[in-house]
């Protein structure tokens, strides 16, 4: 079975501009999250989506928001982007409330 | 969750078994002890989880104390890319629940 893939894996913007990743999960998975990971900050959760609704959310402003389409694919949006959200961005999947395997992340730098 | 305390590195030899202990002593009857591990910049790799009995598959041994406050990991012929940093996790299997990662163990594997 193929593992959960994200695009692109690296990425360069610029402050004030918006990104969008995408992540791919395991198939037959129909529950994605997202984490950002700093350095600083560690693992933080961003959102987590089943059946294209978001169940839980975490901390993070609404700059960062996400979707999750019929095929469980997802995407996450981050608008206005500051420095500080420069952090490689992690997708997990899961079969319902199980364990999440994570896909290679998506190192994101703002300039 | 509750709370987990790892050392902050070992050293371990080429071959040799690497145990890796970990501290769980408030978990509750439902947390089930998750372990990762994460190699430099990519995204967390799933190993082993548990709730009671002593766990083993085709990458590691979990042993988990009959009291349940604490575990380890066993990696039984420990190899160069298995350096890394392993997480443990106490984590209650439900729908929406976000993984949290402590410090974990910085492991380095030496020929």
């Known amino acids: 079975k193929a593992g959960v893939t994200q695009t692109p894996r690296y990425l360069i913007k610029t402050r004030g501009q918006q990104v969008t990743l995408s992540c791919s999960p395991i198939s037959g998975h129909r529950s994605v999250s997202w984490y950002q990971q700093t350095p600083g900050q560690g693992l933080q959760f961003l959102f987590e989506?089943?059946?294209?609704?978001?169940?839980n959310k975490g901390n993070f402003p609404g700059r960062f928001s996400g979707r999750q389409f019929s095929n469980s694919r997802s995407e996450m949006n981050v608008s206005t982007l500051e420095l500080g959200d420069s952090a490689l961005y992690l997708c997990a999947s899961s079969s319902r409330a199980d364990t999440q395997y994570f896909g290679p992340g998506t190192r994101l730098t703002v300039l | 969750d509750a709370k987990t305390t790892q050392p902050t590195s070992m050293d371990c030899a080429e071959g040799r078994a690497a145990n890796l202990p970990c501290n769980h002593s408030?978990?509750?009857?439902?947390?089930?002890v998750y372990w990762y591990r994460q190699i430099h910049s990519q995204g967390p790799q799933y190993i082993i989880h548990?709730?009671?009995n002593n766990e083993t598959n085709e990458m590691a041994s979990l042993i988990i104390t009959e009291d349940r406050k604490s575990s380890t990991l066993i990696l039984p012929h420990a190899t160069l890319r298995d350096t890394a940093v392993y997480y443990c996790?106490?984590?209650?299997?439900?729908?929406?629940?976000?993984?949290?990662f402590g410090g974990g163990t910085r492991v380095l594997v030496k020929p």
């Open positions: 408030t978990i509750s009857g439902n947390e089930y």
């Open positions: 548990g709730l009671k």
């Open positions: 996790i106490a984590f209650i299997k439900a729908a929406g629940n976000k993984l949290t």
């Open positions: 989506y089943f059946s294209e609704t978001q169940r």
